[in-house]
């Protein structure tokens, strides 16, 4: 990377140690031309050409940056040594993998969730490789499989229904599954003791297609979640957070949660999806906040860790990845970052953050870029994949 290509004049003076040091400020680049933020904000292309499908990423103990390449079947490893901003280069961890997506660091290992199994990695040399759980159900369907380490140092993974519509041939599919780090059944799992051992790594199931997950700071589970299609452009609201519970059921496929945003102390309880019958649909773990139908969110983190003022800290982040599933050209929904207001453990609002990707009466399908995954970086910026574009972005706090 050449000193022209990512710095322009030294435009800003900072105080360090009492000495005025000059800071450069990155050349303004297409993101930062196309996408709008909040004043005092700023957005650059921190790595760009990727052709497998940029997903969901990690930080290693290291301080650099992780990230899926979907399609190409590779993990990599994306270094700022000289922290300016932008990835000195692309190295390859793994390659040859079907489909992954889902990646964390644990105890000096890096787990990745693939289409069909969770493995592991670890540098020595060459990277060592080693299967945790072989028989994740197989890449049909909604075919992403993220995982996560939750605070009681469990690993959680996330797999997608087989269908658009229809009951689960397995019940591990439309669920979230949790399993000890070595691939094991955690004794306290709700149905550690079911007859069937499919059945024993669920942890909550009705979730057709959790393509992220998260903790709050109190400790509750929270997930995203994407709805059927073929019910018109309003139906069923998007599930875009929904506080998981251990052994719940959260409606997928008979029942949806009604209206649109927060759904303090399940006000609004599921309703049935009108495709199904017979089902008591006030069984259902009702969404804990909703937004309009199709919005596809995907990828979330929280901003504790960013260098971002002090409100935006506090926040929950999302990127609506912009569905497919509108036919009304004045109900296209936005691939963009929303911002959630987090009071008491709650997200009383969102508000967008970060938008531009796609131009007006344009469907996401056919934009510059659509955001996936989130990510707050060791230097405290949020890191955006962009699956369409091929691109990862960084977003910081320049102050105004």
């Given at each position: 990377m050449t000193h022209l290509r990512w710095w322009g004049l030294m435009a800003a003076l900072v105080i360090a140690g009492g000495v005025f040091v000059a800071e450069p400020r990155p050349v303004p680049d297409e993101a930062a031309q196309r996408i709008r933020l909040p004043p005092g904000f700023a957005i650059r292309v921190f790595a760009e050409n990727f052709e497998g499908a940029p997903r969901l990423m990690t930080v290693g103990p290291d301080g650099q940056l992780y990230l899926s390449l979907m399609y190409g079947g590779q993990v990599v490893r994306l270094?700022?040594?000289n922290r300016d901003g932008r990835a000195d280069g692309l190295e390859v961890v793994a390659e040859g993998l079907e489909l992954p997506h889902g990646l964390e660091w644990h105890q000096g290992w890096l787990y990745v969730a693939t289409g069909n199994a969770v493995i592991?990695?670890?540098p020595s040399g060459a990277w060592q490789r080693e299967t945790v759980v072989p028989d994740i159900p197989g890449p049909s369907g909604h075919f992403t499989r993220t995982l996560h380490f939750g605070p009681d140092g469990k690993l959680y993974l996330s797999v997608g229904s087989e269908t658009n519509f229809g009951p689960e041939r397995d019940p591990r599919r439309a669920a979230i599954l949790r399993f000890n780090p070595d691939g094991s059944v955690p004794q306290d799992n709700p149905f550690a003791q079911d007859p069937d051992p499919r059945r024993r790594v669920v942890w909550a199931s009705g979730l057709k297609n959790s393509v992220d997950f998260t903790w709050t700071p109190r400790g509750s589970l929270w997930a995203t979640h994407n709805g059927?299609?073929?019910?018109?452009?309003?139906?069923p609201p998007e599930e875009v957070?929904?506080?998981?519970?251990p052994g719940g059921f959260h409606g997928w496929p008979y029942c949806y949660t009604p209206g649109l945003g927060l759904n303090l102390k399940a006000e609004r309880s599921e309703v049935p999806d009108p495709r199904t019958q017979g089902f008591d649909c006030r069984k259902a773990?009702?969404?804990l906040f909703t937004a309009p139908a199709h919005?596809?969110?995907l990828g979330m983190?929280?901003?504790?860790?960013s260098h971002f003022p002090a409100k935006y800290r506090n926040s929950l982040y999302i990127a609506y990845h912009g569905s497919l599933g509108v036919q009304d050209p004045k109900h296209y929904r936005d691939c963009k970052i929303e911002r959630f207001v987090i009071e008491n453990d709650l997200p009383v609002r969102s508000e967008v953050f970060a938008t531009g990707w796609r131009a007006p009466g344009q469907m996401c399908r056919d934009a510059w870029g659509r955001p996936v995954g989130l990510v707050i970086g060791s230097d405290g910026a949020m890191y955006?994949?962009?699956a369409k574009g091929g691109r990862v972005y960084r977003i910081w706090y320049e102050g105004r």
């Open positions: 270094p700022d040594f592991r990695l670890r059927t299609d073929h019910l018109g452009d309003d139906l957070i929904v506080a998981v519970q773990v009702p969404a919005s596809a969110p983190t929280w901003g504790q860790k955006v994949s962009d």
